[in-house]
């Protein structure tokens, strides 16, 4: 019997009976001082691709291998690195004993497999958010990490950047007094006709050069489905839609900026309102989220609007806040955006606005740095579980059209 045919519930309960722990191994090789990371990836699709090329020009790693079920992905990594060795299943390649390091850069219902299975093997892990599909999963993943000495860093890239540490340096001098609400939001658009996310499946997109069951991974088994294969970020099943796609980088943003706990309670309305393909995550989504202390924190998006681009205010009795970016700095990363401080004329009369100046940290680079020196990256499993608990609250609100509680989203999520 291959680990394809068990089920994901019964990996999950045995993930959750402590049987990786168990089976979590010591790092594969001591690093010397002139040693270089040697990194393996899983997942090399569009955005393992674009890690793959953050990866390779770093000075003190090596990638040396990849896994990824699908024949046109390793083909496509083989040539952007030549010489790499290319696997067709994630546990050949955590078997290769100098590996140091994983990237994880699946769809993501696999993230939590991938994680654990690579932390059992004494790896240290880079795991592109969402950190988990789930809430249980995202409990099971920080036990886990946490059971474990291994370094890790979730593809949260800017919780690197400058302009969060500019945001902790004005937050902590006292001069935004009280915040009690955080507005946020996403704006994308497209072509009329072309929908937001939508794929193109390739010709050899089939059961012949792929695995099916290991993209399944336990979910119930039907015949291939190319679509859903290429295009899992439109489908419950696989996805948590823009909420684990793009909110999950400034919900964490914001909580690790005001050190935000898991919140009370989340709310969440809109629909499919743009993108009429058949799609089953929103693409319109207004949400609420409730913390302790006097907070509410909201984020809304849209598919067919993208005057307003992205951005966060944290609204404050003595100043403001404003982080704004262009649309596509969210992915890459970059900011030509800009953090500013204005004073509130009733609080600090004599106050003056500020720019903030701090730069940016490559974020693989962190993760690579972290490897050999064993401090704790700049998105520690930490903020990966706050910031997939506050995802994962928002989106059972709204399948279940009311405002839940953590305790509620927990039930929901055991059902
Ligand atoms: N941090 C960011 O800004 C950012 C940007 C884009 C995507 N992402 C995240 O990266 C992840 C991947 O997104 P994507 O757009 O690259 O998806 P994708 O579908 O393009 O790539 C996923 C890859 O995983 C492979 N795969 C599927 N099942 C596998 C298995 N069982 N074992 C090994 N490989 C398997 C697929 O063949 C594919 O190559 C998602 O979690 C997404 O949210 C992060």
Known sequence: MTDHSIGRRDFMK?????????????????????????????GVGGRGQDLLKQVLPLPNAQLVAIADTYTRRRDEARQMAPGIQTLDDHRRLLDLKD??????????????????????????????KTMT??????????????????????????????????????????????????????????PHGVGQWVRPVPSDCNAQNLSWPAFLNGRHDRPCDPYKFINWRL??????????????????????ALDLPVPLAAYMSGGVYSEKDGRE????????????????????????????????????????????????DMVTGRSAS?????????????????????????HMAN???????????????????????????ANIAYRQKQRVTLEMAKAASQG
């Open 367 to 393: 993760f690579i740095d972290c490897v050999r020196s064993r401090k704790k990256p700049n998105a520690p499993v930490e903020i990966g579980y706050r910031s997939a608990v506050a995802a994962h609250m």
């Open 14 to 42: 045995k993930a959750a009976m402590g049987t990786a722990a168990v089976l979590i191994q010591p790092t594969s090789r001591a690093l010397g001082a002139n040693d270089r990371v040697r990194v393996g990836m899983i």
């Open 338 to 362: 800009s953090i500013r401080y204005y004073p509130e004329k009733a609080n600090r009369p004599g106050g003056t606005a500020l720019t903030g100046e701090a730069t940016n940290q490559n």
């Open 281 to 328: 995550v929103p693409d319109t989504i207004t949400v609420t989220l409730d913390f302790p202390n006097d907070l509410v924190v909201t984020w809304r998006s849209t598919f067919s609007n993208s005057h307003y681009g992205l951005g966060e205010h944290f609204l404050g009795s003595d100043g403001t806040l404003e982080h704004i970016a262009d649309v596509t």
């Open 99 to 128: 590996i140091d390091a994983v990237i994880v850069a699946s769809p993501l219902h696999l993230h939590c497999r991938h994680f654990l299975d690579t932390l059992a093997a004494g790896k240290d892990l880079y795991c592109e």
């Open 235 to 256: 489908f419950w099943e696989f996805s948590g839609g823009n909420i684990t796609e793009n909110m999950v980088h400034q919900i964490a943003w914001i909580m690790t």
């Open 133 to 190: 599909w789930s809430i249980p999963e995202a409990e099971q993943c920080l036990a886990a990490a946490k059971n474990s000495s291994q370094v890790v860093q979730i593809g949260l890239q800017h919780e690197s950047s400058g302009a969060l540490a500019d945001a902790r340096k004005w937050l902590q001098q006292g001069i935004v007094g009280k915040i009690t609400m955080v507005e946020s939001w996403m704006s994308r658009n497209t």
